[in-house]
C-alpha cells in the first residue's frame, strides 16, 4: 500500500510542479500579441495566395499592423477587403485594382501539333528542360498544367492540350504568372482589354509553320492602330495599355486573328451566372 | 586527464560509434521528416542539442536524488515522459519572451521533440550506463551532435534522391528508407574507433 501510495505522490507531486511552472510561466512570460493582427487577419480571404508580396494572409496582416503598408495589396479580396483594412486601421481606403489573368497564347491542338512523344514528369518546368518541351512552338503553353495546380480557385483548365482560365474565377493572385516555365501567363487589368494571344517570337514562317495562330510579326496592326499603342518587337505584336484605347481595329486587321477583344469588365467576380469568356474568334 | 580521456570517449561513443540515429535506430520521425532542405536539418539538430542537454540536466537529478531515494525507479520512464515534456513547454515560452529570433528559428522544432524517443532515450541510457551528471551531460551533447551529424549527411543524400529517378514502386518514402539504411550501414564503420583512440 503504502508502495503504490509513494510512486502515486513522486508522480502527482512532479506532474503537479510542472503544471503550477507552466501556467506561472504562461503567465509571467506572456507576450503581448498586437490585437489588430488578429482582426486585420480575418477580413483577409485567407487564399495565401502571395499576390500581396508577403508570405501568405498572417505575413500581410502583420505588415499592414506595423504600418507603412498599403491596403490596397489584396486582389483576391479586391474593394470590399481593402475597405475592411482600411476601416480597422482608420487610414482611408484605396481602391483595387482589380486584375485577371489572361494566357499570351492560343495554341491548342487545332491550331499546333507535337514534335515529338512526350513520357516524363507531368510537368511543364520538367517538360521545358527535355528539347523544350513536346509542341512544335518553343514559345507557346506547353499544356501539362504547372498553372493548374497552383491556382486557389480553380480557375484554370487543359483543354485541348492548353490551358484555359475561367476569368471568372479567376482572383488575380498571379501564382500562375509565376509559375508558367514560359512565362505566357499575365496579370492585367480587370477592364475590356485587346489581348494578343501569341508569345512566339520566332520568324514570320518559322512560327507559322508551328502554329496556325502564331504572329508572324506582320506590322498591320501597328500599321492599323490609331493610338500607336501596338509594336511589333521581336517578331510580336505587343500591346502598351497605357495607350491603348481597346478601339479593337488591330484584331479587326490581323491577318491570323490572334489577335482578340476580350471582356473581362468584373465579370469574373460578381455574375457568375454569365457564360465564360469565349476567346475563340 | 582520466577524467577528459573518458569525456572524450563517451563523446566520440555516442556521436559516431552508438550515433542515436544511425546505430541505436531513436528519433527517425524527424530524422525522415525534417531531412528534406539542409537549413530545416541543421535547424532541427541544433533544437535537439539543447533539449537533450535541457533534459539531462533535469532528469538525472530526479533520478537520483528522487526515485532513488525512495527506490520507485520503475517509475523512470513516466517520470522522464513528464518531465521532458514539460520543460520543452517552459523552454519555448521562455524563448518567445526573451529570444524571439531563436523562438522564430526553433519555434517549430521544439514541439516536435517533446516526445522525440531520442530524447528519453539518452536520458534513460544516461541512467543505465551509470554515468555521472557530467559524463551524462557530455553523453547527451554527444547524441545530440550525432542526430545533428545525421541529419546534416542525410539532407545531403536526400537532395540527390530529388533528382534520381527511381522504380515507380520505390517513389518517396521507400527509396528514402532504403537510402536510410545505406547510410546507417556505413556507421558499422566506426565500430571499433573508440578502442584505438587511446591504445
Known sequence: ?281 | METLKGFIIILMTSVLVNNYVLSRFLGICPFLGVSKKLNQATGMGAAVIFVMLMATAATWPIQTYLLDRFEIGYLRTIVFILVIAALVQLVEIVLKKYLPALHASLGIYLPLITTNCAVLGVTINNINDGYNFAESMVNSLGAGLGFLLAMVLFAGVRSRLESANPPKSFEGLPITLVSAAIVALSFFGFAGLVEGLFA
Not at chain 1, 508551328?210 to 492602330?225: L, R, V, Y
Not at chain 1, 481597346?246 to 460578381?270: E, M, Q, T
Open chain 1, 1 to 281: 500500500m503504502n508502495e503504490i501510495l509513494i510512486a502515486a505522490l513522486v508522480v502527482g507531486g512532479i506532474g503537479a510542479i510542472c503544471a503550477v511552472m507552466l501556467i506561472a510561466a504562461s503567465k509571467f512570460f506572456a507576450v503581448k500579441e498586437d490585437e489588430t493582427v488578429g482582426r486585420l487577419r480575418e477580413c483577409l480571404p485567407g487564399a495565401n495566395c502571395g499576390a500581396c508580396g508577403y508570405a501568405g494572409c498572417d505575413g500581410y496582416a502583420k505588415a499592414l499592423a506595423e504600418g507603412g503598408v498599403k491596403t490596397n495589396l489584396c486582389t483576391p479580396g479586391a474593394d470590399a477587403t481593402a475597405k475592411q483594412l482600411a476601416e480597422i486601421l482608420g487610414v482611408e481606403a484605396e481602391e483595387v485594382v482589380e486584375q485577371v489573368a489572361v494566357i499570351h497564347c492560343y495554341g491548342d491542338c487545332n491550331h499546333t501539333a507535337k514534335k515529338m512523344e512526350y513520357e516524363g514528369i507531368e510537368s511543364c518546368a520538367a517538360a521545358k528542360t527535355l528539347y523544350g518541351g513536346a509542341g512544335l512552338c518553343s514559345f507557346g503553353c506547353i499544356g501539362l498544367g504547372d498553372c493548374v495546380s497552383v491556382c486557389p480557385n480553380q480557375a484554370i483548365c487543359i483543354e485541348n492540350g492548353m490551358a484555359h482560365i475561367d476569368t471568372r474565377l479567376c482572383i488575380g493572385c498571379g501564382l500562375c504568372a509565376k509559375t508558367c516555365p514560359r512565362g505566357i501567363i499575365e496579370l492585367m487589368a480587370d477592364v475590356e482589354r485587346v489581348l494578343v494571344t501569341c508569345n512566339s517570337r520566332d520568324k514570320g514562317a518559322v512560327a507559322r509553320k508551328a502554329c496556325s495562330n502564331a504572329c508572324m510579326g506582320c506590322k498591320k496592326c501597328e500599321k492599323s492602330c490609331p493610338s500607336g499603342a501596338i509594336k511589333v518587337v521581336d517578331n510580336l505584336a505587343v500591346i502598351d495599355y497605357e495607350l491603348c484605347d481597346n478601339c479593337g481595329s488591330c484584331a479587326k486587321v490581323c491577318p491570323v486573328g490572334c489577335i482578340l477583344v476580350s471582356d473581362f469588365s468584373g465579370i469574373h467576380r460578381y455574375e457568375v451566372e454569365k457564360e465564360p469568356i469565349a476567346k475563340e474568334n
